[in-house]
């Protein structure tokens, strides 16, 4: 003989399993990636929980890919991964990036360089109903070339350039800051460290793109990137909601099974 659930207890356990699925949801959740781009030995590892990402990760068609990215607050790898598209070469760029906020010289100090054309890099497996801060570091020094000798470079996240930078005292950037962004003065003029920051950017299906488009300089078309930071801002529902959300539902499905 076989027995079916009740109207009641086929709510009580519809209930806990929507209270399961909500919390498996978040499986990246609070996340904060620190990622350096190039491998440069005599600029050294940033260490810690930084993602370091080697040149040797780029195949011939320039393209890479990592997986599992390190959490830099817990160390815990996570399901996100990064892909990378486009990318000629790297080497050491900064050389004089003092530690400044969380970007350390060992970071600034080396970078990828973009095809001509321009490269991309998309982070896959983030939080979909999430805001994200993301961090961009483009430098380059060199005491052989005037300032503006490697710029200008574009950048955009998601589709969107930024009017945004960590030294809002730095003049040699124009608004938008990430719409030919300068290379050299990011911290060659007046020693200033700066770089690139978007706030409130969503996750669209859990992908965030950065893309890196080099325009023409003095000597032909040149780009670089050294460093990224991604962190989780703000959770929709935020916490507090959701630990509200979820009590209620427990006390809803206890009742039912109670009822039943």
């Not at 109207?7 to 499986?27: H, P």
């Amino acid at each position: 003989m076989t027995r079916s659930l009740s109207t009641n207890q086929k709510a009580t356990w519809l209930c806990c399993l929507t209270s399961i699925l909500f919390l498996g949801d978040r499986v990246n959740a609070g996340v904060v990636f620190q990622i350096d781009f190039g491998d440069a030995f005599a600029v050294g590892s940033p260490g810690g929980n930084w993602v370091e990402v080697p040149f040797a990760t780029i195949d011939t068609n320039g393209d890479g890919f990592v997986s599992n990215l390190t959490d830099y607050v817990t160390g815990n790898a996570t399901t996100v991964q990064m892909t990378l598209d486009e990318f000629a070469s790297a080497g050491a760029e900064g050389e004089n990036w003092t530690d400044t906020d969380w970007v350390v010289s060992q970071a600034a100090d080396d970078a990828f360089q973009p095809l001509p054309g321009g490269a991309v890099i998309i982070f896959d497996g983030l939080e979909a109903a999430s805001t994200y801060k993301v961090e961009v570091v483009a430098t380059f020094y060199s005491t052989s070339f005037p300032p503006d000798v490697f710029d200008p470079t574009d950048f955009e996240v998601n589709g969107a350039f930024t009017n945004t930078q960590y030294d809002p005292a730095n003049t040699s950037v124009t608004a938008p800051a990430s719409d030919d962004w300068n290379l050299s003065a990011s911290h060659n003029e007046g020693g200033v460290n700066d770089w690139m920051i978007w706030n409130g950017m969503t996750a669209e299906f859990g992908r965030i793109t950065i893309d890196v488009t080099p325009e023409a300089g003095t000597f032909g078309t040149f780009g670089a990137i050294s460093a990224v930071r991604i962190e989780e801002i703000e959770p929709i529902p935020e916490p507090e909601i959701a630990v509200l959300f979820l009590s209620a539902l427990i006390g809803f499905c206890i009742r039912r099974r109670r009822a039943g």
